[in-house]
């Protein structure tokens, strides 16, 4: 089917729509449940308490180093779920899709997400197919929704944060949005920028497996506006003042390379397989080990603390010792990233 | 804020995309879970099994005689999960903006998903934005995923689905398609059809109680595809055949008139706001006086039934008794109706 393209009758609920499902969908994503094709996909409950979230992804260009949008949309939703301390256990997956779209980039797309949700250990157990015309869409866009099990485990709520926190974070950051970045602008970096796009569910649980219960007190992970937005919104949000250290802040050459040519803070810049976490101070120890002994938080680093000083600030230790605010991003950063 | 745009920035996952989310969805939407802003919405699970389902809505226009693309895709939702006998409860929106979209028009939007929401009984508890460029979109899509409970109630599934079932339509067929097509087009028909748009979940109810457990066989809302679509997939899908009898088929004047100006089988046309039923034969008396005695289902109708005899085709009895294959729609049929 690869010299196909997606027609408008793919989309119209009729034979073409059937044989899409069939054909792609049901073959790859390969879950008894989605293959029953009702109207809803009836689920045992995965405990008394859920985690439920959603996100659409629009990046651009489709591929990028390190991933590609399907990818990227079973990784973004389970790591929503991860963030909450949830097990991800169900996706869903709708697809926006251009006419004209070549059936075999669709395919490759889809086959990577059906990697991406074993890797992560979920199953895509309902879906939905539009198709507009051309000009409607960038080729595709995708939408998951996805639900996680919090029965047994911790529930994390940014809430808990608390001044004398210490914050980590998993590994070095900006490397996805430089990544998309690159790629997008056709920027010739030698070594390029690779996306960091993984599911985190398997480092969140060795980190709170590793911790004494309550002691990791939030998790996020830098999409849109990187590290900058979240620790921004956790100073705002929680009444809190943070202190980063520059320098202990992992950035990769390569992707500090990247920010300097193209004038791009690289705390501004979106991760996807990294996450953020606020850890009470005498767990902070155990929780770097933790990270660093999981294959994706090798490069993990302890890069600041939370106070009661300077409430809904974020104050940034420069290397030579200067203090700067690091400012919530404004502006449009950088577009389509996710 | 209504002479205002949705700008990229909107999207960036800085300072004005949290300026949109508290100012325009946090207000409408007033859900405390999802004014809480975590990663995922944490709730309470609706019992021991689930009912989970998504749709992508990309209607056009985004308004229509009796409704907008947020009540569809409030409603679309809601009635997949009520088709699988589940009540629903909890909704997701993730929204892709074309940027330069009024943010006025999307406050209209929201604020007829936060009403169509009311109506249903869901919470809309966890959601999403993103924004692409000019040209990137056509104007707004939105998907949402939604969450039911089936402690208790009935699950619904296709194959329950025998010889001997009477088939019932809970109203008349094909409004929303034609009061779609018809304001996209511009067409002067007066009156005017108009969509039939509504959260069924209130009609299940009525009908699943009305019948002694397990004779409710299957329910599908006849939404892309219409009619032909939904007894087209039974046939094939169960290997039944099914009988209709096209003068009980209730559609409405203004709408078969514009089905023959413009070319179109009304059984083709999509629904938003009916459903199809498959029901024991000696409930189906019951049901009908159930779903008649439902605000949303005073023009149901006996419309047919299941043989053994045919399987996989649907044959459509005409007024003079002549019989004719009702195939399963082809081709582009009615592109962005939902």
Known sequence: MSDDVILLAHGSGGLLTHRLISDLFLRHFADPVLAAQQDAAVLESPGERLAFTTDAFVVSPLFFPGGDIGRLAVCGTVNDLAMSGATPRYLSAAFIIEEGLALGVLERIVTAMAE???????????????????????????????????????????????????????????DHGLAVMAAREGLPFHPAPVSDCAPLGGLVAALLGACPPG?????????????????????????????????????????????????????????????????APGSA????????????????????????????????????????LLEMPTGELLPRIC
């Open 116 to 174: 991406a949700a074993r890797e992560a250990g979920v199953a895509i157990v309902a879906g939905d197919t539009k198709v507009v015309g051309r000009g409607g869409a960038d080729g595709l866009y995708i939408t998951t929704a996805g639900v996680g099990s919090l029965s047994g485990g911790h529930a994390l709520r940014t809430d808990a944060i608390a001044p004398g926190d210490r914050l980590l974070v998993s590994g070095p950051v900006g």
């Open 215 to 279: 002691d990791v007190h939030a998790l996020r992970d830098p999409t849109r506006g990187g590290l900058a937005a979240v620790v921004n919104e956790w100073a705002s949000g929680e009444g809190v003042g943070i202190d980063l250290m520059e320098d202990a802040i992992p950035v990769r050459e390569e992707v500090r390379a990247a920010c300097e040519m193209l004038g791009i803070d690289p705390l501004h810049a979106a991760c996807e397989g990294c996450l953020v976490a606020a850890v």
């Open 285 to 324: 120890e155990r929780a770097l080990r933790a990270l660093q002994g999981h294959p994706l938080g090798a490069g993990a680093a302890v890069i600041g603390g939370v106070t009661a000083d300077h409430p809904g600030r974020v104050v940034l230790t420069t290397p030579l010792g200067a203090h700067r």
